[in-house]
């Protein structure tokens, strides 16, 4: 970072370039090309590879470490800049080397990263993500700058982009802000819910979409009273539910692909679709971390492109499934082409229709 006077204790700034390598990295932009901001978090990931998890009591030997871009927030911003639209980062991050790491990382990922602010009063946030050879997780995060994340201090960028993406790592009063800002500005807003922090019918009315995995539309549903009589495996029921609280909806299952709607009264064909995944061989599984980020990135870059959901949510299903090859989150993302190649491959799984929703005409 450049010299600097420091600011008072909780205050921010806005970041300058880091150096002349830095900016050379950032992306031109252009007035009139589509604009994702992603409002979310910042870390500094330790990836360490384990043989296995240890019980409670028990040490683990880690096998190697490294140090890499990570947080929902940033992730997804890479998975937008790799999908080949404009991503503006609005974050917080400390006064600190960790910082340095983050937003040269974020620069080398295509990423606008003008817009952060920066603070004396937290660290950079950071996460530590174990991994066992068949590419499970597990994750510890310490928030650090990212619980003063104010979003009021991005409106000007939140006004002028097409979509809003957000996601739950954030405090929650600061995600129910970005719905209300967005909503204001008439910016489409793209709801990650994830972790399901804050849940109110006004928060998802915003939402379109609203993406969140099985377990996680679940504990929307019941923290909006609304998962009565509905089985917790039922999807197309659970959609069903969440229509009647935001325009549309997209469940993420894993190795299932994901499903998704759009009811007709928000313009959408009144179907349930189910657009499963790529089989990738388990031995081929490296590292899960971020597939969730690349799927949701990726969604709001065809999107912002004019994209419709189909084919966004193909795209998405492509990036989340190519993302497990390798270790870490954003190093593993495709670029657009190879996601075009990915879609137009014949072995590409095809769509297909579940069902209709109530919501209709």
């Not at 205050?11 to 090309?33: N, Y």
């Not at 990931?45 to 240890?54: R, S």
């Not at 817009?115 to 310490?142: C, L, N, R, Y």
């Amino acid at each position: 970072m450049q010299p600097h006077h420091r600011n008072a204790p909780g205050t921010h700034r806005t970041i300058q370039p880091i150096d002349a390598t830095v900016e050379r990295l950032m992306p031109d932009s252009d007035p009139g090309e589509p604009a994702v901001v992603i409002c979310g978090s910042l870390h500094q990931d330790t990836l360490a590879q384990v043989a296995e998890f240890p019980v409670p009591g028990e040490a683990a030997i880690v096998e190697s470490s490294a140090q890499a871009l990570g947080g929902k927030g940033a992730n997804q911003a890479s998975a937008v800049a790799h999908a080949g639209v404009r991503a503006i980062m609005a974050g917080t991050v400390g006064e600190d080397p960790a910082a340095d790491l983050v937003l040269s990382e974020l620069a080398a990922n295509g990423v606008d990263a003008h817009s952060i602010q920066t603070t004396w009063d937290e660290p950079t946030g950071s996460a530590f993500i174990a991994t066992k050879p068949d590419g499970d997780h597990m994750v510890f995060v310490t928030s650090g700058a990212n619980a003063i994340t104010d979003p009021m201090e991005f409106t000007a960028e939140i006004s002028e982009a097409d979509i809003l993406l957000a996601q739950g790592e954030l405090r929650p009063e600061a995600t129910e802000q970005l719905g209300m800002i967005a909503n204001l500005h008439g910016t489409r807003f793209i709801l990650n819910l994830a972790p399901v922090t804050v849940v109110t019918p006004t928060l998802i009315d915003t939402a379109d979409p609203l993406i969140v995995n099985r377990t996680e539309a679940w504990e929307v549903l019941r923290k909006l009273g609304a998962a009565e009589g509905i089985r917790r495996g039922d999807i197309v029921t659970q959609i069903d539910a969440l229509l009647e609280y935001c325009a549309s909806v997209v469940i993420s299952m894993g190795d299932e692909g994901s499903v998704y709607a759009r009811a007709e009264v928000d313009g959408g064909d009144g179907i349930v679709w189910h657009q499963p995944s790529l089989k990738v061989p388990a031995e081929e599984i490296v590292d899960t971390t971020g597939a969730g980020d690349a799927f949701a990135g990726t969604i709001a870059a065809e999107l912002a492109r004019g994209g419709t959901a189909e084919r966004a949510v193909a795209l998405g299903t492509a990036a989340g499934s190519l993302a497990v090859r390798s270790l870490g989150a954003t190093s593993s993302y495709a670029d657009q082409a190879t996601l075009e190649a990915t879609v137009a491959s014949p072995d590409f799984p095809a769509r297909r229709r579940l069902a209709e929703t109530t919501k209709g005409d």
